[in-house]
């Protein structure tokens, strides 16, 4: 973990996830009746959780729609959702100037091109280990683990050990 990203990571107030490639495998499972299905990593549940009690705001930004995010969202208590919205860039303005908080305040984790407007913008733009090139070459940081298989735990832990507060996250667990 560079100093560089510790010391990005000490202002953030918001950590913003994509959901497909990220929260997820990437891979979009359809069933014969039109319906949908994703799979979640448990690891990335908890470090979101441990970020929101540490006083961290979250938020999902996604560029599809699907009941299944609202309540993987809904479950870890994530308290913006923004489901169907291309333009995250847009979004992420809307929800600045609700919250009051500057981009520097924000952290971000995507995988692909219509993340990278906002990964080039924040405080802490980063890209999981299996984003494409392009995003990867433009991210404050890359993750070690790739999208849906702790990337997100990675980042979370990142902002908590740049804030002084990993160690105690933990500790609670003990």
């Known amino acids: 973990m560079s100093d560089d990203l510790l010391q990005r990571g000490k202002h953030i107030k918001l950590a913003v996830f994509d959901v497909d490639g990220v929260l997820t495998d990437g891979r979009l499972y359809f069933l014969e009746d039109g319906s949908e299905f994703k799979t979640f990593?448990?690891?990335?549940?908890?470090g979101i959780k441990m970020l929101m009690a540490a006083g961290v705001q979250t938020a999902i930004i996604s560029g599809r729609?699907?009941?299944?995010?609202?309540?993987?969202a809904k479950n870890l208590g994530i308290?913006?959702?923004y489901q169907g919205r291309e333009d995250k860039l847009v979004?992420?303005?809307?929800l600045l100037g609700q919250l009051n908080l500057s981009y520097e305040q924000v952290a971000y984790l995507g995988d692909d091109l219509p993340d990278?407007?906002?990964?080039?913008?924040?405080?802490?733009?980063?890209?999981?280990?299996?984003?494409?090139?392009?995003?990867?070459e433009h991210a404050h940081g890359i993750?070690?683990?790739r999208g849906g298989e702790g990337a997100a735990r990675?980042?979370?832990?990142?902002?908590?050990r740049a804030q002084g507060s990993l160690d105690a996250a933990n500790a609670?667990?003990?």
């Not at 729609?65 to 993987?72: A, G, H, I």
């Open 154 to 160: 990675e980042f979370c832990e990142l902002i908590l």
């Open 79 to 81: 308290p913006h959702l």
């Open 65 to 72: 729609k699907t009941p299944v995010v609202e309540r993987r």
């Open 116 to 136: 990278l407007p906002v990964i080039r913008r924040v405080g802490l733009g980063m890209a999981v280990a299996n984003a494409a090139s392009f995003v990867r």
């Open 172 to 174: 609670a667990y003990l």
């Open 91 to 94: 979004v992420l303005d809307e």
């Open 41 to 46: 990593n448990t690891l990335d549940g908890q």
């Open 143 to 145: 993750t070690q683990a």
